[in-house]
């Protein structure tokens, strides 16, 4: 178990070089070299690990992808346990894919690059892919639920509604990162955003919950 930790805990360390660097300086300064020497490692070691720079940037994109995940399985936990309705709980979730702060900025920038490069390698490509259908898979998900607890009309087409949904959070994440200071009739960009992502929230879940009701 022990050994199983330490390459964990290696490939995490090298991976989280490689974010730095792409955040600093973009995906021209990642080189095997420059990541050994950030992640105090050597060469050989990191090309143990990873023999490519996709692979180091596709291991990359996974570890911060990992830690979305977890804020937004946080986000889930909270919404379980103070019984809120599946629309708020969805709109907590899917600000966490939103750039507002520095760390979710580097985020951005990461999984960007990763897309970037997935254009011309089909490996990349196709997890690029699986991941946005997991994200419209689990939005699908949150409308079915809402069917099942009233907040949805039954009517409603779950994967059409998802797919606008992350359409909406993939452009809002490019215009927040591109000009963060921007202003839009007076307000910030930021709380545009949020009322943005309300709105289109609250134009699908339009009833109220019956989950928690006693």
């Known amino acids: 178990m022990a050994r199983t930790a330490d390459h964990d805990a290696r490939r995490r360390q090298i991976a989280a070089a490689v974010r730095q660097l792409v955040v600093e300086d973009g995906l021209d300064a990642v080189t095997v070299a420059r990541v050994a020497k950030r992640a105090g490692f050597s ?3 990191v ?3 990873f023999p490519s720079k996709d692979a180091l940037l596709l291991q990359t994109c996974r570890q911060v992808m990992a830690d979305v995940n977890a804020r937004v399985a946080e986000r889930i936990t909270e919404g379980v346990t103070d019984a809120q309705p ?3 709980v969805a709109f907590a979730s ?5 750039p507002v702060d520095a760390s979710r ?3 951005y920038r990461v999984t960007r690059a990763f897309r970037g490069r997935a254009l011309d390698n089909p490996d990349l490509a196709e997890v ?7 994200l419209r898979a689990q939005l699908a998900q949150a409308v079915t639920n809402g069917k099942e607890c009233g907040e949805v009309k039954a009517d409603t087409d ?3 509604a998802s797919t606008r949904i992350a359409a909406l959070v993939d452009g809002l994440a490019d215009q927040l990162y591109q000009d963060p200071a921007r202003r839009v009739g007076g307000h910030g960009i930021e709380s545009v955003a949020d009322r943005l992502l309300r709105t289109a929230l609250d134009e699908v879940f339009t009833g109220e919950c019956r989950q928690y009701r006693r």
């Open 43 to 45: 060469v050989g070691l």
């Open 47 to 49: 090309q143990h690990y």
């Open 86 to 88: 599946i629309s708020v």
């Open 94 to 98: 899917l600000r966490e894919l939103l």
């Open 105 to 107: 900025r580097g985020e």
């Open 128 to 134: 690029a892919r699986a991941t946005a259908a997991e």
């Open 158 to 160: 779950a994967e059409l």
